[in-house]
């Protein structure tokens, strides 16, 4: 039966799929399809692991003490009868040779739809059989894992797309998938995907709008009602997910999705048309991105520089490790030379709130930090706390911009005090390189305006930094005590907000008076509802995902600044700003 599920609208469009359910703790298994002829080599891999922990376990029960209780020899007997059981075994290669799924995905498919089964029992004692289940597949995918470190196949690195072509389409379903691990799924097999939680900016909704496929978060039940293998529609416009869809909705879709399609192959040929407005204004449209390798995008799409390289992505689930200043300096200058001589705004690192070091999935986060972390030791503050860390960041910007144009941009400043620490800090940076050798050019430092006390005081701030970007992210999750993150607050966050506007309109203005280049790169920028207001309020750049620059610049050619700034002050004044802000008529539309 046809089922409608509701969440939040995060990336446009219409993807219609088989569902992928990929349980939170296991999203960094790797999901890639397999050729035809690599078929045997996975059901061996498969096989080998399924020989090797049977011989693990057979040696635990040989090593147990004798006086261990009788317990634990019995449990370890259903683990191997689970192991060897044929709704594990045969079904598992089912999914490799139908589907061509790799043995960890097939695996872990598996698992959901036994998982399911169990859920679903009546009897306490087999419904508690689930876990022994999931301890079988999680020793089958480490032992995987280290016969691929052995030099097999890689593990670590999810998705990766394969030439195979004849599979269905995939969508993906998540309770929910941490910002790191969602850049596994840059360039996936998936078409689509979903998840139970997460804020309509929040950093797994960033990365995914990056991917440009259409996503909705928030859709609470979403992981509990689809099943591994159901028919899905994804109405990233909407907000909707349609569960086994009935034949004339799922034509519906399948018209508004060829529909989008033509859309964006008519939006693409704009991109290499300068932004200009109808009365002359330039526009700049820059791209933000989370990886080097994001900016060959970035070109594609017409951006004429890096507005916000979030430079954290480096630095996630590393397992404590943090990458030393060689490792970023490269990053960096692939980068820099990626965008073949156009500017590079380099974030410092913004790590905390929703993106910690380690894996944490949102609602860990939750639990694990019953304090709100979004208010806690993250970006600029986590920095300062750890000079030596970001002295080095800070090296390896320098050194990259030897390289080409280079800007480092500092996240969550707002107090006067920490401004005074980040320069002492770049000043050393430089004479430390100085003393190595190491060449840099001149780099502009800017601060990201997004508490409101920065915004405030913008006129002060200025004074200190070369240019200023407007993080409407945070600026409205701060002003209106809103967590970014959490669904069930996400119908409170409003960017229409008169506060928030406000905020906005007075840090564009001071930045334009003061003579210094303001630009706005929260989700605000790359959201055609907001691209006449933010003309009328002054701002002339404009940093997004590369996959929106085509449309926001579409409303810049057909915008007149002069007309807009006329309307802007009745707005600002308005209680309602979105109702009272009709949006510019295309011309002759
Ligand atoms: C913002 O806050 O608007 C922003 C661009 O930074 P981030 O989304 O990474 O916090
Ligand atoms: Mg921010």
């Given at each position: 039966?046809?089922?409608?599920?509701?969440?939040?609208?995060?990336?446009?469009?219409?993807?219609?799929?088989?569902?992928?359910?990929?349980?939170?703790?296991?999203?960094?298994?790797?999901?890639?399809f397999v050729p035809q002829e690599q078929v045997p080599h996975e059901i061996a891999r498969l096989r080998s692991a399924r020989d090797a922990v049977a011989r693990e376990i057979e040696e635990l029960k040989s090593d147990l003490p004798a006086e261990a209780p009788a317990e634990?020899?019995?449990?370890?007997?259903?683990?191997?009868?689970?192991?060897?059981?044929?709704?594990?075994?045969?079904?598992?290669?089912l999914w490799i040779e139908q589907r061509h799924y790799n043995a960890e995905w097939a695996l872990s498919a598996q698992l959901e739809v036994l998982a399911r089964q169990f859920d679903e029992m009546e009897d306490d004692y087999l419904r508690e059989r689930k876990a022994d289940i999931e301890q079988v597949v999680e020793?089958?995918?480490?032992?995987?894992?280290?016969?691929?470190?052995?030099?097999?196949?890689?593990?670590?690195?999810?998705?990766?797309q394969s030439d195979f072509g004849g599979a269905e389409p995939l969508v993906l379903v998540a309770g929910d998938v941490a910002p790191a691990d969602m850049l596994h799924f840059k360039r996936s097999v998936f078409t689509g995907f979903v998840t139970d939680v997460g804020g309509r900016?929040?950093?797994?909704?960033?990365?995914?709008?990056?991917?440009?496929?259409?996503?909705?978060?928030?859709?609470?039940?979403?992981?509990?009602?689809?099943?591994?293998?159901?028919?899905?529609?994804?109405?990233?416009?909407?907000?909707?997910?349609?569960?086994?869809?009935?034949?004339?909705?799922?034509?519906?879709?399948?018209?508004?999705?060829?529909?989008?399609?033509?859309?964006?192959?008519?939006?693409?040929?704009?991109?290499?048309?300068?932004?200009v407005t109808l009365d002359g204004q330039p526009i700049e449209l820059l791209a933000n991105i989370e990886l080097p390798g994001d900016a060959v995008a970035a070109l594609?799409?017409?951006?004429?520089?890096?507005?916000?390289?979030?430079?954290?992505?480096?630095?996630?689930?590393?397992?404590?490790?943090?990458?030393?200043e060689d490792e970023?300096?490269?990053?960096?200058?692939?980068?820099?030379?990626?965008?073949?001589?156009?500017?590079v705004t380099i974030r410092t690192v913004d790590v905390g709130a929703d993106k910690p070091l380690e894996r944490m999935s949102a609602q860990e986060l939750r639990h694990e930090h019953g304090l709100n972390p979004a208010l806690g030791l993250r970006a600029?503050?986590?920095?300062?706390?750890?000079?030596?860390?970001?002295?080095?960041?800070?090296?390896?910007?320098?050194?990259?911009?030897?390289?080409?144009?280079?800007?480092?941009?500092?996240?969550?400043?707002?107090?006067?005090?920490?401004?005074?620490?980040?320069?002492?800090?770049?000043?050393?940076?430089?004479?430390?390189?100085?003393?190595?050798?190491?060449?840099?050019?001149?780099?502009?430092?800017?601060?990201?305006?997004?508490?409101?006390?920065?915004?405030?005081?913008?006129?002060?701030?200025?004074?200190?930094?070369?240019?200023?970007?407007?993080?409407?992210?945070?600026?409205?999750?701060?002003?209106?005590?809103?967590?970014?993150?959490?669904?069930?607050?996400?119908?409170?966050?409003?960017?229409?907000?008169?506060?928030?506007l406000s905020l906005l309109e007075r840090t564009i203005r001071a930045s334009r008076s003061a003579g210094k280049p303001v630009c706005v790169c929260g989700e605000m920028a790359g959201d055609v509802a907001f691209t006449e207001l933010l003309l009328a309020m002054g701002l002339r750049s404009f940093s997004m995902h590369p996959a929106r620059i085509a449309a926001v610049k579409q409303r810049v050619l057909r915008a007149d600044t002069r007309q807009l700034e006329a309307r802007l002050s009745g707005v600002l004044e308005s209680d309602d700003p979105a109702a009272a802000w009709v949006p510019a008529r295309p011309l002759g539309g």
């Amino acid at each position: 039966m046809s089922i409608q599920i509701f969440g939040l609208p995060i990336s446009r469009g219409v993807a219609i799929g088989r569902a992928v359910l990929v349980a939170s703790s296991r999203v960094d298994v790797a999901h890639y399809f397999v050729p035809q002829e690599q078929v045997p080599h996975e059901i061996a891999r498969l096989r080998s692991a399924r020989d090797a922990v049977a011989r693990e376990i057979e040696e635990l029960k040989s090593d147990l003490p004798a006086e261990a209780p009788a317990e634990l020899a019995a449990l370890l007997d259903v683990h191997l009868m689970l192991l060897h059981d044929d709704t594990l075994s045969d079904a598992t290669k089912l999914w490799i040779e139908q589907r061509h799924y790799n043995a960890e995905w097939a695996l872990s498919a598996q698992l959901e739809v036994l998982a399911r089964q169990f859920d679903e029992m009546e009897d306490d004692y087999l419904r508690e059989r689930k876990a022994d289940i999931e301890q079988v597949v999680e020793r089958l995918l480490r032992q995987m894992a280290s016969a691929s470190r052995g030099g097999v196949a890689p593990v670590h690195h999810l998705s990766a797309q394969s030439d195979f072509g004849g599979a269905e389409p995939l969508v993906l379903v998540a309770g929910d998938v941490a910002p790191a691990d969602m850049l596994h799924f840059k360039r996936s097999v998936f078409t689509g995907f979903v998840t139970d939680v997460g804020g309509r900016t929040s950093h797994t909704a960033i990365v995914a709008r990056s991917m440009d496929i259409p996503a909705v978060v928030g859709a609470r039940e979403a992981s509990r009602l689809i099943r591994q293998d159901d028919w899905v529609v994804i109405d990233g416009d909407a907000g909707v997910v349609v569960v086994d869809p009935s034949p004339i909705v799922l034509e519906e879709y399948r018209f508004r999705q060829r529909q989008s399609e033509l859309e964006r192959a008519r939006l693409h040929r704009l991109r290499h048309t300068p932004g200009v407005t109808l009365d002359g204004q330039p526009i700049e449209l820059l791209a933000n991105i989370e990886l080097p390798g994001d900016a060959v995008a970035a070109l594609e799409a017409g951006a004429v520089g890096v507005g916000l390289f979030r430079s954290e992505f480096l630095f996630l689930n590393r397992g404590g490790d943090l990458p030393g200043e060689d490792e970023q300096y490269e990053a960096y200058r692939d980068a820099v030379l990626a965008m073949r001589g156009l500017p590079v705004t380099i974030r410092t690192v913004d790590v905390g709130a929703d993106k910690p070091l380690e894996r944490m999935s949102a609602q860990e986060l939750r639990h694990e930090h019953g304090l709100n972390p979004a208010l806690g030791l993250r970006a600029i503050r986590w920095s300062l706390s750890e000079p030596g860390m970001f002295r080095q960041q800070l090296r390896a910007i320098l050194r990259a911009s030897a390289h080409g144009k280079v800007r480092i941009l500092v996240p969550m400043v707002a107090h006067l005090d920490e401004v005074r620490q980040i320069q002492e800090a770049l000043a050393r940076a430089r004479a430390q390189l100085d003393e190595a050798g190491h060449a840099y050019s001149r780099v502009e430092l800017g601060a990201m305006i997004e508490v409101p006390a920065a915004a405030v005081l913008i006129e002060r701030f200025l004074r200190h930094f070369d240019f200023v970007s407007v993080g409407t992210n945070d600026l409205i999750q701060y002003t209106l005590a809103i967590d970014r993150a959490d669904e069930a607050v996400s119908h409170l966050y409003d960017p229409w907000h008169p506060a928030v506007l406000s905020l906005l309109e007075r840090t564009i203005r001071a930045s334009r008076s003061a003579g210094k280049p303001v630009c706005v790169c929260g989700e605000m920028a790359g959201d055609v509802a907001f691209t006449e207001l933010l003309l009328a309020m002054g701002l002339r750049s404009f940093s997004m995902h590369p996959a929106r620059i085509a449309a926001v610049k579409q409303r810049v050619l057909r915008a007149d600044t002069r007309q807009l700034e006329a309307r802007l002050s009745g707005v600002l004044e308005s209680d309602d700003p979105a109702a009272a802000w009709v949006p510019a008529r295309p011309l002759g539309g």
